[in-house]
């Protein structure tokens, strides 16, 4: 029996390390006797897909860093299992830095298990070759945070995937790689489901503008022009209307040019580009992925980014899953071109990969744009979760911690998701820079990184903290925690943090005015050169003192805790003292040199203030005035640092709460009455950004943390909900139910307005206790403790 140490890191014997590999490898064994379950073990950098005997078993490598890599199980039926079988793997090497993986070498590792251990395992046992069918080598990335285009030639296909195939002599035994064996990824494997697919929406022929070019950037040029459905797809009438697939392009219709079709999938999807079509060999199919049709047309380049692919089309019936790269978007537009005969379409479409949630939250109310705003808003953080948190799965699929904030809050209300948000934090902590930040994102190496992303990871630690009880990871990173905060500390002159200087630090707060530095802190202009107090960097690092302490005396390190307390009320009285002009009521921004523009007050740095304790009562109670008018004089925030504007007013100000959700749904109804599934980056849409603004974007599901939190009234005062807080905002709306799930339980609630007053029910696990808290309106409670 073999063990896992014997299977063996393998690549190709005549392989190098180009970006953009295709690795084909096959595997035959025999019918283990008497096995029971049938396990594979399979790691690769950096993604893989298996077959068994022709049938997908599963794809998606874990997120990891190169030096610590990880592996998937992936289970095997017995009924998958012939006499002879044939494991067939796909592994892919990328090869070149994106933002959230960092260049390794080209490898592959795996072994089957059956209930005994290690039957058969990578090695002298493989054999492999490159792909013949996928082309290699350096292409077009799809943007700077993400990896290549695809191109696929069905031609050169001979079915290796087969259990009866014969492997030809260019399949040659791997070499074998040294390299600790992987260890366990730490979530769960994706779910992928069946295609979604949709209706056509539009059709017509088009002519190419630019040739030789990038694909995407052929499509975004041809030059289009619409036809009737019968003008296409042939049908007995011109009244007829041909919208559901399959449909069928004849000859004729090709000698106009190439022919393009649009195909909406109903809602935002994240998957696998997958396909059914009947075609001659050479037909070619460039295939674009977009979020919206505001061109008319689907986006397919965008300043740079290309989000358009190719699959050209052997003879026949044939079907195609790109398993390697996840796609997001609502439409897809395919241009058909060098057909020399019919073209049958039978679908195209996403395969959905998901990672399994549970929808353990629950939340109604009479307003039923409320409901939908929740409801949306889950959804949009479900499909920014895959290896780890994601700002988007459209453009970027990177994981940053102002982002994973905002989702984490939504997720521990929504799905009582602990271990995701947990092993995303670790990801970004193993990304720890030598001058005491992370990187900005991880896995990843970038130039840059946004300092305040390292203060604000230490919070969403503490969040962790008290939301799941999570004291073993906390005690787990605790050290590595103290270790950031003591170098960071360390840096302060006058109490005060200065802000980095140079080009490996982006000075950044939120895409609003002064609040980018996109203009004299971007390290594209240098980085700040000069002596430059925030305000906001100062006020995140007084909450991450606060978080810290906060799991110090969670571990009975009560020295460290009032230590990390004293200083942030040091730090907050001195941003008090420096940043509040009283003339204007409000705190700067900014104070020294290379200020952005002077002066400059935010919505932000007001509602830190008030967060961080750093604003008196009397002024912190003004400032939530002013933050709940609309014109206020200050610099509004985004829906991305929204958070922190309600959080501060529903904290200091509850008898504001209305004015709050008020401007929810304001700002996020207006986003689902111009047809959003998703939630967008910026209010501005796809509009924002140089027209490349995102329409899923994971930091938008926020307002699910307000429904609960504030609407139902249910907050952790004590880790892991030990203690919470029952405090209802009875204005905001006429009744709510929902239930609020914790790490002991479910916590059942519902209250309603009646005859001047409201009258509420509460359910919780006996294990914790409720504090009633009367500041949102008196509420007559029936509270029921139970076991189960």
């Known amino acids: ?46 993604n893989y897909v298996a077959w068994l005997n022709g049938v997908y078993l599963g794809s998606g490598q874990y997120s990891d860093w190169p030096t610590d890599k990880t592996y998937s199980t992936l289970s095997i039926s017995d009924e998958m299992l012939q006499a002879h079988n044939s494991l067939a793997i796909l592994a892919y090497y ?45 292409m077009p ?270 997720g521990y209300y929504a799905f009582a998701e602990y271990q995701f948000p947990r092993y995303s934090w670790a990801l970004l902590l193993r990304g720890l820079r030598p001058d005491g930040y992370l990187e900005m994102c991880a896995p990843a190496k970038i130039k840059i990184t946004i300092p305040f992303l390292t203060l604000l990871l230490i919070r969403n630690i503490g969040n962790q903290l008290l939301h799941a009880g999570d004291v073993d990871y906390v005690e ?48 594209k202009h240098g980085g700040l050169r000069g002596k430059r107090y925030d305000a906001p960097l100062n006020l995140f690092l007084v909450l991450a003192l606060h978080s810290l302490a906060d799991m110090a005396l969670a571990l009975g390190q009560n020295d460290h805790a009032l230590h990390y307390q004293e200083r942030a009320s040091e730090i907050a009285t001195a941003v008090h003292g420096l940043f509040w002009s009283a003339c204007d009521g409000a705190y700067r921004t900014y104070q020294g040199e290379q200020v952005p523009c002077e002066p400059h007050y935010a919505e932000e740095t007001q509602a830190l203030a008030v967060l961080s304790g750093a604003a008196p009562p009397a002024i912190a109670s003004e400032l939530c005035e002013r933050l709940s008018s609309p014109e206020n004089g200050l610099v509004q925030s985004s829906i991305s640092q929204a958070y922190y504007k309600y959080e501060a007013i529903l904290t200091a100000r509850v008898d504001l709460a209305t004015k709050v959700f008020d401007h929810i749904r304001s700002t996020w109804g207006k986003m689902l009455f111009a047809g959003a599934t998703t939630f967008w980056e910026t209010e501005l849409g796809q509009r924002d950004f140089l027209h490349g603004g995102s329409l ?35 204005n905001t709306c006429e009744a709510a139910e929902g239930r609020v799930p914790t790490p002991h339980g479910p916590i059942d609630v519902k209250w309603w307005r009646s005859a001047g007053s409201a009258v509420g029910e509460l359910h919780h696990p006996s294990t914790i206790k409720p504090i009633l808290n009367n500041a949102g309106g008196h509420v007559k409670w029936t509270l029921s403790p139970n076991d189960s």
């Open 476 to 523: 787990s990173c605790y050290e590595s925690v103290r270790n950031i905060l003591d170098q960071i500390l360390a840096a302060t002159e006058d109490t005060l943090l200065p802000s980095p200087t140079g080009e490996g630090f982006w000075n950044f707060y939120d895409w609003v005015h002064g609040m980018d530095c996109r203009d004299m802190t971007h390290p």
């Open 94 to 138: 990328c090869g070149t830095n994106t933002y959230s993986y960092v260049k390794g070498m080209p490898r592959l590792w795996y072994c089957m298990e059956d209930a005994h251990g290690i039957f058969t395992a990578s090695g002298t046992d493989s054999i492999c070759r490159m792909s013949p069918a996928y082309r290699q080598g350096d």
């Open 141 to 410: 990335r799809r943007s700077n945070q993400l990896g290549f285009v695809f191109d696929y030639d069905a031609r050169r296909d001979d079915g290796w995937r087969s259990p009866e195939y014969k492997c030809p002599s260019e399949w040659r035994a791997p070499a074998c790689i040294d390299g600790d064996p992987p260890t366990e990824r730490p979530t769960s494997n994706l779910l992928v489901k069946s295609c979604r697919s949709g209706p056509i929406l539009a059709q017509g022929v088009f002519k190419r503008s630019l040739q030789n070019a990038a694909i995407a950037e052929m499509m975004q040029t041809d030059w289009l022009s619409a036809r009737r459905s019968d003008e296409v797809f042939g049908s007995s009438s011109e009244y007829t209307e041909i919208t559901c697939l399959p449909a069928t392009i004849r000859n004729n219709v090709f000698t106009l040019g190439g022919v393009y079709l649009v195909v909406e999938l109903e809602q935002e999807e994240c998957g696998y580009i997958d396909l059914e079509v009947c075609a001659k060999a050479g037909t070619i199919l460039d295939i674009a992925v977009g979020e919206h049709l505001a061109d008319l047309r689907v986006r397919a380049a965008i300043r740079g980014r290309h989000f358009a692919s190719r699959y050209v089309c052997r003879d026949g019936v044939q079907s195609f899953t790109h398993f390697i790269d996840r796609y997001a978007g609502r439409y897809i537009q395919l241009h058909v071109t060098e057909c020399d005969g019919d073209f049958t379409l039978h679908h195209i479409g996403l395969r959905p990969a998901e990672y399994p949630v549970a929808y353990a939250g629950r939340f109604a109310c009479p307003d039923h744009l409320m409901n939908k705003i929740v409801e949306v808003g889950n959804r949009t953080v479900h499909l920014c979760m895959h290896e780890h948190y994601e700002d988007c799965p459209w453009r970027e699929q990177a994981i940053y911690a102002a982002d994973a904030h905002n989702q984490a809050l939504t």
């Open 696 to 730: 899923c974007h994971g930091w938008s599901g926020i307002p699910t943390y307000f429904a609960y939190a504030y609407i139902l009234g249910i907050k952790p005062l004590k880790p892991g909900f030990a203690e919470f807080t029952v405090n209802p905002l009875i």
């Open 1 to 46: 029996m073999k063990r896992c140490a014997d299977a063996k890191w393998i690549w190709d014997a005549q392989g190098n390390d180009l970006p953009n590999q295709y690795l084909e490898c096959i595997h035959r064994f025999g019918r283990p006797v008497g096995s029971g379950r049938l396990r594979l073990l399979i790691s690769a950098d950096t």
